[in-house]
């Protein structure tokens, strides 16, 4: 509950990014994130961190302003390891428009890298999750299953030709969906990171007070990831996602295993996903498909059928 009439977006909705208002037409966005290295090339760490935390602010649609790096780095490592990732995140925060205005940094046994992140929004223009209403359509801006292969990719069982394209959507800002979105008109939006489609959905279902219907064979994946999870190439978030949503999603029975996998992978710098009034949603996909951001339909919002909300996986 908020207790402050100022934090128009606190933690209650698990939603991506704390909102306060500090005048009637001018609200902060404030978000942290940080991780692992999740691929070896330093500089491409550093541009999917970045990208990672930047994607809180366009979630709940807000334009990133000032970022403060947060590093973690041992002693034992060159640090021109350390330059390189601190340059991939500063391309992607001037890319992004904001300023790169210092940070922090310990000495730590693994190397860790994010962002703190400010943004702005005009208080009318906050997105959270808890906005869909029952019609809507959900509209995903990037393809599922970076889990797999980056899990595949620690052991070197990640196609070199098919992980490229994976670690380059990992790196790319969610900025051209969100402005889409802004152009068009959303109900609510979330990004999917860490929880996968299937968590992140949930909490958008919970804090909308709606139930979800997904179709299974609109849902984008990465070509070559339901083999990679049909290979038993699945990092143990998804089985924490799996008993997390435990009687809260229904799947079909025949599911194959690598589906349901894929539908609870966790991923990493993952896309928006968007509910918008279903008159609108053609007019989305054609403003997605302008700015050239990859999108589908994958579902619907409809009222709660029971005593409280669920996912309804079908097809």
Not at 240 to 267: A, C, H, I, W
Not at 277 to 294: C, I, N, Q, T
Request: aromatic share 6%; hydrophobic share 45%.
């Amino acid at each position: 509950m908020l207790t402050d009439p100022r934090l128009l977006v606190g933690h209650g909705t698990s939603d991506d990014a704390a909102v306060y208002q500090l005048a009637p037409d001018l609200a902060l966005i404030q978000t942290v994130d940080f991780f692992t290295p999740v691929v070896d090339d330093p500089f491409t760490f550093g541009q999917i961190a970045a990208a990672n935390a930047l994607s809180d602010i366009y979630a709940m649609g807000g334009q990133p302003l000032l970022a403060l790096n947060i590093v973690g780095f041992p002693s034992c490592l060159d640090t021109e390891v350390l330059r390189a990732i601190l340059r991939g995140g500063a391309e992607k925060v001037k890319e992004a428009g904001a300023l790169l205005a210092g940070g922090h940094s310990i000495q730590d046994e693994e190397p860790k890298y994010g962002l703190a992140v400010t943004g702005a929004a005009r208080p009318a223009g906050i997105w959270s999750n808890a906005g869909a209403r029952p019609g809507d359509e959900l509209i995903p801006t990037k393809p599922l299953g970076t889990g797999v292969f980056l899990t595949a990719y620690k052991v070197d069982l990640a196609p070199a030709g098919e992980f490229a394209p994976v670690a380059a959507c990992m790196a790319r800002l969610n900025a051209a969906a969100a402005a889409a979105a802004r152009a068009v008109g959303v109900s609510a939006c979330t990004d999917i990171t860490g929880f996968g489609l299937l968590g992140h959905a949930y909490e958008l279902a919970a804090a909308s007070g709606v139930d979800l219907a997904i179709d299974l064979a609109a849902v984008p994946f990465f070509p070559g990831a339901r083999e990679l999870a049909r290979q038993g190439l699945v990092p143990a978030g998804t089985y924490r996602n799996r008993e997390y949503l435990t009687g809260k999603v229904e799947l079909p029975q025949d599911l194959p295993d690598e589906l349901s996998d894929l539908l609870f992978d966790p991923q990493t710098s993952g896309g928006l996903l968007l509910a918008v009034p279903a008159p609108k949603a053609g007019a989305l996909l054609d403003e997605l498909a302008r700015r050239s951001v990859p999108a589908a339909r994958v579902g619907r919002a409809e009222p709660v059928a029971g005593d409280t909300p669920r996912l309804r996986v079908y097809g």
